[in-house]
């Protein structure tokens, strides 16, 4: 077997196993732009195929049906190789109608290039627009995504195919059939094989990468949900406070402190004034706004090491960490007085009822809510009896 053929079919055996692994791995990477490039390679074996029929097509018999399946199916290689590298590029990039305009040109140049084969240069011709697709792709590569490695074995690896290619379109012009080249060029053939198999080392690093990138991704979104559940299981969907249910994790830890550090606690209970008197007049979606501008005025009345929670209804509660008796006295007092206007309110007059208790170590916490709970009913009563006194000397003549 001369050395050319046998140099073609160790090519043709390489390309296989690149192409059975390329399979192999897309049952991990499952990704398009692999896919395409999955294509390529089947149709670049198939050129190879053809390559190896025609070098024993005896003399005499028709070589243009070979040459022009030849032609296709390299033309096919190199527009499928084209796809992945725009596709690795960008997912998204999809596969409208007009895509198939491409095999008008191909199909067009394929059968210029077999009617030219006998006077070698329609072979000259394909191995050029070979070298020039492969050089495209090594730019293209250059701006896709990756490591700096992958992409430069992937760019330097194409370019030197490319190279390659031209050679042998000069070595088609220069000296005619393969047979007539000089004995070195007989060995191309073993510089393509190499250079197919860093493409496929650079091709494996990038889309590596890639899964990598796409699985922390993934992660990253899994986590973030699991936040958001865990959020909404704490927060009360209205006001965004903490709830209820929050509140006994957090009031066993506080009381922990407590405790061990002999530090002071309290608590604040507020209830919104005129509430229902809100609701029956303005409608609960006005109610609803209430809720939500006492919410956000309380968590910016207060500190950041402080909690606020929906208590239930119109009620809220403020747990103060390291806050003794006369601070919360004077918060409480301070929240009361400084309540702003809301506007969707109209004339209803809307005021906040605050209650504050300082939690003791000899006591029960409950007993400390009941103390807050008793303060806030206190505060209420004197505000409707205040606006009942303002009411009753507006009215008087």
Do not use: C
Request: proline share 4%; charged share 20%; no cysteine.
């Amino acid at each position: 077997m001369p050395v050319y053929q046998f140099s073609l079919l160790i090519q043709a055996a390489g390309t296989f196993l690149l192409f059975v692994l390329f399979l192999l791995l897309y049952q991990k990477i499952h990704r398009r732009a692999f896919l395409e490039w999955i294509a390529s390679w089947a149709f670049l074996l198939i050129g190879l195929s053809l390559q190896l029929v025609l070098a024993n097509v005896p003399q005499g018999q028709s070589q243009r049906p070979f040459v022009f399946l030849l032609n296709l199916s390299q033309l096919a290689h190199v527009l499928f190789l084209l796809r992945g590298v725009r596709r690795f590029r960008d997912e998204r990039a999809g596969s409208g109608a007009l895509e198939l305009l491409w095999v008008i040109p191909v199909i067009a140049i394929a059968w210029w290039t077999s009617v030219e084969a006998e006077a070698l240069s329609g072979r000259a011709a394909m191995a050029l627009v070979l070298a020039a697709a492969y050089a495209t792709a090594a730019i293209a590569f250059t701006i896709a995504p990756g490591s700096a490695a992958g992409r430069v074995l992937l760019s330097s690896s194409l370019m030197f195919w490319g190279v390659e290619r031209a050679v042998t379109a000069s070595a088609y012009v220069r000296f005619g059939v393969p047979e007539a080249w000089p004995e070195p060029l007989h060995y191309m053939n073993f510089a393509a094989m190499f250079f197919e198999m860093m493409i496929a080392v650079g091709i494996i690093i990038l889309l590596f990468e890639a899964s990598q990138r796409q699985l922390a991704s993934e992660m990253q979104q899994l986590l973030s949900s699991e936040q958001q559940l865990k959020e909404m299981g704490v927060r009360d969907p209205l006001t965004g406070l903490y709830n209820r249910h929050h509140f006994n994790d957090v009031i066993r830890r506080e009381l922990a402190n407590v405790r061990r550090y002999g530090t002071s606690l309290s608590v604040l209970l507020v209830d919104v004034d005129s509430f229902k008197l809100i609701n029956d007049i303005k409608g609960h979606a006005v109610g609803d706004d209430v809720l939500v501008f006492v919410a956000n005025y309380l968590t910016s009345s207060v500190r950041e090491s402080d909690f606020v929670f929906r208590w239930g209804g119109d009620e809220f509660l403020i747990l103060l960490p390291r806050t003794d008796e006369g601070s919360a006295a004077q918060k409480a007092e301070e929240l009361a007085r400084k309540m702003p206007v809301f506007p969707g309110a109209g004339d209803i007059p809307l005021g906040l009822s605050v209650g504050w208790a300082t939690h003791r170590m000899d006591a029960e916490f409950p007993m400390t809510l009941s103390q807050a709970d008793a303060r806030m009913y206190e505060m209420k009563v004197s505000n409707k009896k205040e606006r009942e006194e303002r009411a009753k000397n507006s009215a008087s003549p």
